[in-house]
């Protein structure tokens, strides 16, 4: 590979296929297309309805969840917006409820509203919830399994068909739950990646007369998904690969918060999947719930191309970027602009240092082909504030666009050297400067990935 242009690759879905494209700077201008007013944590409406409470911020990522999945037919509110007005859940199909603390006047109209059919899908549910979801807790609220696995019953016909038939990582805790009668399990939780135990991990009951059914997940699913795409907070800002230079993204995850033996499974997404699965079967007796694939042509994967030019001259007095981008012209079979919005043309982000030898024009022509150019920050490979990091970020871009007036504005970022200080500056900080999409976590190193493919976040879906 050339040392010129580094080329990384973060892959969608499951299947790696020959086929890129810009798909980043497309996603995420699709996106901005599609939700121009509703708010990130938001929905338009439809028969959805995401139940949150401000003492669980997690419970709102459930929005994010439902994005990811296709689904724009939701509406998301706060626990306290229902308890004043609890007649609104007649205008939804399905509740999503967060884990929360609840009082019995709220049990008494989520009953009654899953009485009347109803799907209510509870995270962690208070124990005021259990008659309804059909468990009681095995011994104590306070027994549970930390940071474990689970294993989802593939049967066909159930949520779990076509969900990996292996065993699965979640992060977070799980309660213990006894099933009453009546009650099914539709996921099991394991002591192990072998061991399975006696306690349900997902269950699912039927309610009333009228087709409805409450789903309790024994763990937070939306928590779950959070920590093993980012990683332990506990470590941030440690450093734990052994590696020289800055604290970088992969001290998150090292050197087992995912379980190797899982790599190629996006366990992350895989949840998500599940959760897809169950409400569109235990809303079949109202209506169907459709959501859209995210992916153009019905493709099941996509790989963004991108690299990190470091304005090395070539003999030729070029830096990278050119080359590399023409040898993608070269490669796809067709070139014109239908072919770029189709995905079908090879097409790349090349992140550029502010001083990188490449002319106004030449970024203007590049631009119009299909291609990305974005700024590649660098903290001269050292750890951050995020005062400094945010000095760096906006002087080095602000350069950056008086040298390349013709630049449009990057909704992508990797930053040299891919410090990751903390938990969350750099996308914060990035946001505030418009980009949408960080490209920072970096399957690495070579001595702990030891050239086995896979996803060591779980996940390969773009979500915030």
Known sequence: MPRLLKIISTVFILVLLPLSSRVVDIFLRFSARTYPTIPIYDGSGGPILIISSTSNPFGRYQVEILRSQGYTSFKAADITEVEANPAMLNNYDVILLGQMKLTASDVSFLTEWTNKGGT???????????????????????????????????????????????????????????????????????????????????????????????????????????????????????????????????????????????????????????????????????KPLPHAWILPRGLKAAIIMTGDDHNIEKTSGFTGTPSRFNDYRLMSKDNSQQAVEDWKAIRATSYVYDNINLSNDSVIRYQSLGFEIAFHPTTACADFTRTSLSNDMTSQLARLETKLPGMLPPVTNRTHCMPWSDWASQPKIENSLGIRFDVNYYYWPGSWIQNRPGLFTGSGMPMR
């Open 120 to 286: 209510l899908i509870a995270q962690r549910p208070c124990s005021l919830l259990y008659l309804l979801m059909g468990v009681t807790s095995a011994d104590s609220i306070a027994d549970n399994y930390k940071n474990t696995y689970l294993l989802v019953d593939t049967t066909t016909g159930k949520p779990g068909a076509g969900i990996v038939s292996q065993t699965m990582q979640y992060h977070g805790v799980a309660d213990l739950y006894h099933m009453l009668p009546g009650t099914s399990s539709l996921a099991t939780l394991y002591s192990s990646a072998t061991t399975p135990t006696p306690h349900p991990a997902v269950t699912t009951v039927s309610v009333g007369s009228n087709g409805g059914n409450a789903i309790a997940f024994a763990f937070d699913i939306a928590k779950s998904i959070v920590l093993t795409r980012q990683g332990n907070l506990a470590w941030a800002g440690q450093r734990r690969d052994g590696e020289s230079g800055p604290v970088r993204s992969d001290n998150l995850f090292y050197p087992d918060y995912v379980d190797f033996n899982k790599i190629q499974i996006p366990q992350a997404d895989e949840l998500q999947h599940l959760l897809t699965n169950i409400i569109l079967l235990d809303n079949l007796h109202r």
